[in-house]
């Protein structure tokens, strides 16, 4: 799998920003999640990888749009961002709340599999 690009770090990282809970200060940005799609690349199923790219996609380019901001997901302040993804993921369109879903499992994935995270969250 290709590095992320700027647009699709942007949308990840307001996804899970840093110190958006106090027991859980590391953003997923800062945890080694491109050696994650790395593998991911190599393991997962290729509709599953395609559909995680697509959700980059349409979290960095249409996301913006729905909360009438121009794209890129770059663009945008934080907070803004962090609502063009909301909006996502509240949207009518069903594709839409489905890749955000998926977006949402690959990256838990490496998340919750940091030993750091499940120390901090007493999960053994």
């Not at 999640?33 to 559909?51: K, Q, T």
Request: with cysteine.
């Amino acid at each position: 799998m290709p590095r992320l690009s700027r647009n699709g770090r942007a949308v990840l990282d307001a996804l899970l920003p840093a110190d958006a809970n106090p027991l859980l200060r590391t953003g997923l940005t800062s945890t080694g999640i491109e050696d994650f799609l790395d593998e991911f690349a190599r393991v997962s199923p290729a509709h599953l990888r395609r559909a995680f790219r697509i959700g980059l996609f349409a979290g960095a380019w249409i996301a913006p749009l729905l909360v009438r901001r121009v794209p890129p997901i770059t663009r945008l302040e934080e907070a803004d961002r962090e609502l063009a993804l909301a909006a996502m993921a509240e949207s009518g369109v069903p594709e839409l709340r489905q890749l955000i879903s998926v977006l949402k499992t690959v990256i838990c994935l490496h998340y919750g599999g940091l030993s750091s995270v499940r120390e901090a969250i007493g999960y053994p």
